[in-house]
């Protein structure tokens, strides 16, 4: 059963009625550009087809109610708890915070019955949250009819995940779950939040990108994203600049730091941010084949100098490129996920099956994969 029957027959499994609508919001893969949004860097994630998928109605007062096909259990909350970050915690609490954010900008959140299906992986680094937080603000502005431009949705979602849930994400994850367009990378400066629309015709070319779900669990909610995040302010605070975007003389600026383990932070953000400006050159002139050493050059500067991987995720970039990749990264906030591979279309089994047989070698949990293709970002799908 695809995931809209399934949050539609929940919602009146789980309230006796139907909804008034499907709304439906993607997960994303970060192209490249890891831990750059924070810094006030660039970004270049696309869309997934994979999507969490929310079934709604209004109700007249100010309550909540929301099923979980995935938690398998009804939530409730008011506007106490929903005026009060923090006090709604797990799955649920990003949808209270969504609740709150707007709210808390003065919009007339319509009371709403929720009931939520998925077919994002959550715990791989695909931005399951913010698919989650993306689709439900997306159902309770048009529920409402509130007057919210596109342009500024992925604030209030980050928003929402910054300050009701605690997460200290950038707003990269939202800004992709929003705006993205099929065929398409999203250009995103985190600065001034501009955007451009890059053409990511993989299957044109004969390519695919190979998503690898290495099954090794992606936690960054607790002290290690927030202790990167730390030290790349610190940092910039050291270095007299805005943010680690500013630094404009590497070498300069490492002679200046204190400290290795810093030095090496900052190395990370400022040549990841030239990565993501280089990977867009390429793509704009549509030699896309040539992406990939910047994409393994990603990679070991996150686990080099960012140290942010762990082994299931390095042996499944080696193992690619050995096989024939044409680059290979981590995707996502570190710790565990997925990584991604370039590959010619016909080899994404071959290359799947090595990574699975390293895994099988090594006596790691064996790795789940898919061909990912550049999906739409959140709408109304019913």
Request: glycine share 10%.
């Amino acid at each position: 059963m695809s995931v809209p029957s399934r949050a539609a027959d929940g919602f009146s499994a789980a309230y006796g009625t139907d909804p008034a609508g499907l709304w439906a919001a993607p997960g994303r893969v970060n192209l490249i550009g890891e831990h750059t949004d924070y810094n006030d860097g660039f970004v270049l994630p696309f869309a997934l087809p994979h999507r969490v998928v929310v079934a709604a109605a209004p109700v007249p007062e100010p309550r909540w109610r929301v099923w979980s096909e995935q938690a398998a259990e009804t939530v409730e909350f008011g506007a106490a708890e929903a005026d009060d970050p923090g006090r709604v915690d797990g799955w649920a609490g990003y949808v209270a915070g969504v609740v709150w954010t707007l709210r808390s900008k003065g919009y007339e959140v319509p009371g709403a019955d929720l009931a939520v299906a998925s077919d994002v992986p959550a715990g791989a680094g695909l931005s399951s949250s913010a698919a989650l937080e993306s689709a439900v603000l997306t159902a309770l502005a048009d529920l409402g009819d509130l007057s919210l431009p596109v342009e500024d949705r992925p604030a209030l979602a980050q928003r929402a995940e910054n300050d009701y849930v605690g997460m200290p994400c950038g707003i990269m994850d939202q800004s992709a779950s929003i705006r993205a367009e099929a065929g398409h990378a999203l250009f995103l400066d985190c600065r001034t939040l501009a955007i451009e629309q890059i053409p990511f015709d993989v299957a044109a070319s004969g390519l695919a990108v190979l998503v690898v779900d290495t099954q090794a669990p992606h936690r960054h909610a607790g002290g290690e994203y927030a202790s990167r995040r730390r030290a790349c302010e610190e940092a910039a605070a050291l270095l007299g600049v805005p943010a680690l975007r500013d630094v404009d003389d590497l070498e300069g600026a490492l002679a200046k730091l204190p400290d290795d383990v810093m030095r090496r932070r900052v190395r990370h953000v400022v040549t990841e941010n030239q990565r993501v400006l280089d990977t867009v050159d390429l793509l704009r002139a549509g030699r896309v084949r040539e992406i990939g050493p910047l994409l393994t050059a990603s990679h070991a500067s996150m686990r080099d100098d960012f140290e942010i991987t762990v082994p299931e995720v390095d042996l499944a970039v080696s193992t690619a490129l050995t096989a024939g990749a044409y680059g290979a990264r981590m995707t996502g906030g570190g710790f565990g996920g997925c990584v991604l591979a370039l590959v010619d279309a016909a080899e994404t089994e071959r290359v799947a099956a090595a990574v699975a047989a390293a895994y099988a070698e090594r006596g790691f949990t064996a790795p789940v994969w898919f061909a990912a293709r550049p999906g739409a970002g959140a709408e109304r799908i019913e």
